[in-house]
């Protein structure tokens, strides 16, 4: 089995700070791409970041220049560091992760059950 866990989500004013974590842990041979995705009350799920196991990363418009992501791949672990927040940011945060089970297996995406990061005054 597989397991995505994120950690890190809180309640902060506009302009405040915070870093989200995710660490996949189980039956795992290799992990190509890690990403964050988030979802807010009513509107679909967007992509936040995505960085691959060669250290490429891609950015939504909307979090260029304020969020960065970063992984640690010896721990199967992918970050999120989130500046200059804005109570648009309000969401569930989400981690996934494209990965080999097992040499030979095909590549599949398991995703985390997700972190609450609250913007508010």
């Known amino acids: 089995q597989v397991q995505l866990v994120e950690s890190g989500g809180a309640s902060v004013q506009p302009g405040g700070s915070l870093r989200l974590s995710c660490a996949a842990s189980?039956?795992?041979?290799?992990?190509?791409?890690m990403g964050w995705y988030r979802q807010a009350p009513g509107k679909q799920r967007e992509l936040v970041a995505v960085?691959?196991?060669?250290?490429?990363?891609n950015y939504a418009d909307s979090v260029k220049g304020r969020f960065t992501i970063s992984r640690d791949n010896a721990k199967n672990t992918v970050f999120l560091q989130m500046n200059s927040l804005k109570p648009e940011d309000t969401a569930v945060y989400l981690c996934?992760?494209?990965?080999?089970?097992?040499?030979?297996?095909?590549?599949?995406?398991?995703w985390g059950q997700g972190t609450q990061v609250t913007v508010s005054s």
């Open positions: 189980g039956s795992i041979f290799r992990i190509n791409a």
């Open positions: 996934n992760a494209n990965l080999l089970k097992r040499l030979g297996s095909s590549w599949s995406v398991y």
């Open positions: 960085i691959t196991d060669a250290g490429r990363t």
